[in-house]
């Protein structure tokens, strides 16, 4: 089965990647919430990935992938095509190593992410909002600049760097019975889960999804990876299909996919501000919807369950109420 | 003078607040951020008080003139006037104590911070938008229910019970120079003046202050306690006047008041959120607008420099820009 790929990332290559990390990424605080505890019928630690550097987790793959390149190959500089959180995050970590970055961004991307991007010191190269535009465009740039193109999940240094999260917050929070990750090309609950399930197999890994992007939920039950067509949902850092890495790791190490109607998404960030006075993004609010749902809390034998807040980089202008 | 009136708020009298409501009120953690640090020209050590039970700094005063109550005392009950923040806080207060809690709103009161009120079990009573109905309002309700009423700043208690912040900010924080903290009726700036100004005579305290609402900056310049009238500002929380014994303190143990406009606050309300992912509400903001005020900038000798936000309760549907 072409698709199942080898599982490159294992413990060793997480904790690796946390070592590697240390000194630019934050070790981000996990909070919690007696008002969200009551209304999940659970213990939620929030692991807050919002307060990360940049806003999301994303600077974990993103840099960790960057200094797994040889020096002269990173002097050349890293390339993106995809918009958003990664882009952004990419530019960081170029900036911080001190080599170019190129973005390549569509031009329907959300300003905020594009704004934050350009003042972490990348060169903005937009392009029509389609997947060809976008992987011509980027194909261009790295021809001339002989740049480096990193990924924003299906590589396994992105991988290993996503599931640092997962290591962090298993030493922060003791005696975790689930962790809920949200989930759109998987790099984020792929690395979380590979580094949860080695460490203590009896955590159980969820992904929580938009009902509007659920090929996660459909390729599981399926069996198969499935494209994303057509995503429609508020969470726009979860559009994506799954990765040709990402997918066998979730198909073995998650035990299932939740899926949350956009209503759901936005009445989760909208309490999720107002109860914690924490900024989260729509993706991020997908998993604390799943853990305030019927069918999360159907679920027996979980008490203390970490919850990914992803990200942060909320537009302002724009919200969703 | 009248108006100078007993100092009855010591280092002393703060200590023994803060031993009083440790169990119940949250040691808020002090957060940091890179390019607020630029912006403002200093290092930055911003207090958490957004994050604190109730969304404000309002329940240390709260819960500490409750707990000093006699048993009998207490248990007929506390009342307030006051809108907004204080009076979710007595309401919080008051459940955790097990006793009742009379609020007495008027109608044109945040819904945000009516809703939370009524959430924490308070009985609300609504009333017009007058001072005088507000004072009628709450006599009648004083005099059914027996219950005491807790004013929101103009009393030692109160006053020692928001200086807990400043204790806690100066454990958590070596070698500040100076601390910022809004005014409206002077509690918190006045306790937290108190306990900074004995610990360490070196750090200088200042009152930030909405320019729409300035009677403690003009109250400074004229050596003399004058009256809010008419006030115009956004920061809800702010468009009190000084009391008979907030007075005296900010006119002897802080440096000088910072008025900034209404726009200056929304902009930094904005950038806060944006940079930290914390929400603030426009009070809190008061204080980060005049950190980066010119007129701050152009201070010596301040490099480290405590910023208290003194809540978070926003009314999600009506944000300002």
Redesign the interface.
């Known amino acids: 089965m072409e698709e199942a790929g080898p599982q490159d990332t294992d413990l060793a290559s997480v904790r690796a990647a946390a070592t590697r990390i240390a000194d630019i990424v934050h070790r981000t605080?996990v909070a919690t919430s007696r008002s969200l505890d009551l209304r999940s019928g659970r213990r939620l630690h929030f692991k807050c990935e919002?307060?990360q550097r940049g806003?999301t987790f994303k600077i974990r793959g993103a840099y960790h992938a960057l200094v797994r390149l040889a020096p002269d190959v990173a002097a050349r500089g890293v390339v993106s095509h995809s918009s958003g959180n990664h882009a952004q995050a990419l530019a960081l970590a170029a900036r911080v190593v001190g080599v170019p970055a190129h973005v390549v961004v569509p031009e329907n991307a959300n300003p905020?992410k594009r704004r934050a991007a350009e003042e972490y010191g990348a060169r903005i190269v937009t392009c029509a909002p389609t997947l060809a535009a976008r992987e011509e465009t980027a194909e261009e740039v790295l021809r001339v600049t002989g740049g480096t193109l990193i990924p924003p999940y299906d590589h396994p240094d992105v991988i290993a760097g996503q599931g640092t999260v997962g290591v962090e917050l298993l030493e922060q929070v003791e005696g975790l019975d689930a962790i809920v990750a949200p989930v759109g090309g998987g790099g984020l609950v792929a690395g979380v889960a590979v580094a949860a399930t080695e460490t203590d197999p009896r955590v159980r890994v969820f992904a929580a999804e938009p009902r509007g992007a659920d090929d996660a939920a459909r390729s599981k039950a399926a069996g198969r990876r499935l494209p994303q067509e057509s995503p429609d949902t508020i969470a726009d850092g979860l559009l994506t299909s799954l990765g040709e890495r990402t997918w066998p790791i979730l198909r073995d190490r998650v035990q299932a996919v939740l899926t949350v109607p956009d209503e759901a998404i936005v009445e989760a960030m909208?309490l999720f501000?107002?109860r914690?006075?924490?900024?989260?993004e729509p993706s991020a609010a997908v998993a604390v919807a799943a853990v305030l749902s019927e069918e999360f809390r159907a679920l027996d034998d979980i008490e203390r369950v970490g919850v990914i807040l992803s990200g942060?980089n909320v537009n302002?202008?724009a919200?969703p109420?």
């Open positions: 605080p919002n307060l806003g905020v909208r501000w107002e914690t006075k924490l900024l989260i942060g302002l202008d919200l109420w």
